[in-house]
């Protein structure tokens, strides 16, 4: 868990950054995706410290190191960030939690690695809308779950298809 929750950390601030360098470079809707994505890994990032502290282990801080380039680098980036997560880094942690029994601990990293899974393909997306110069393709807004970081584009939903959160206590970030 405390491996899972720097790199959510580190994700977090990562994407907050890419969103200030996107704003600078002129493009708006990928700085929007950004600053979801940033505020969905803070959720799993703090999900991931609360599971470790009713386990009674006390989470080492983290100290993000962040590099910025430019936006079509830190897409680049990112997508490689969350296929490790989503191919690699949560496969094995579930599998873990899972021989261990630790329910709770399962739920959350099952959280994350949905959610990572629809961050890689929003990736994905703003990274063929800049290299095609087209971004009417993408959201100008998004909803994040509170509960488990789910990231929504355009339309605040009913309810999250994750955790089953009521879509009206989604955060809209712009």
Do not use: W
Request: some cysteine.
């Amino acid at each position: 868990m405390q491996a899972a929750f720097e790199g959510e950390t580190n994700a977090s601030a990562k994407y907050a950054e890419f969103a200030k360098k996107a704003d600078e470079e002129g493009y708006k809707e990928i700085a929007v995706l950004f600053r979801a994505a940033s505020k969905a890994e803070g959720i799993h990032a703090e999900n991931h410290k609360q599971i470790m502290l009713e386990m009674g282990a006390q989470p080492k801080p983290v100290t993000p190191a962040v590099e910025v380039k430019s936006t079509k680098e830190n897409l680049q980036a990112a997508i490689q960030g969350e296929s490790y997560e989503v191919d690699k880094m949560y496969p094995d942690f579930m599998t873990t939690a899972d021989a261990a029994d630790a329910q709770m601990a399962l739920i959350s990293l099952n959280y994350a690695y949905k959610t990572e899974k629809k961050h890689k393909v929003l990736y994905e997306k703003a990274l063929n809308a800049l290299d095609s110069k087209d971004f009417s393709s993408l959201a100008k807004v998004y909803y994040v779950c509170p509960t488990c970081g789910n990231t929504v584009e355009n339309q605040m939903p009913k309810r999250c298809d994750i955790s089953m959160t009521s879509g009206d206590k989604f955060l809209k970030i712009v």
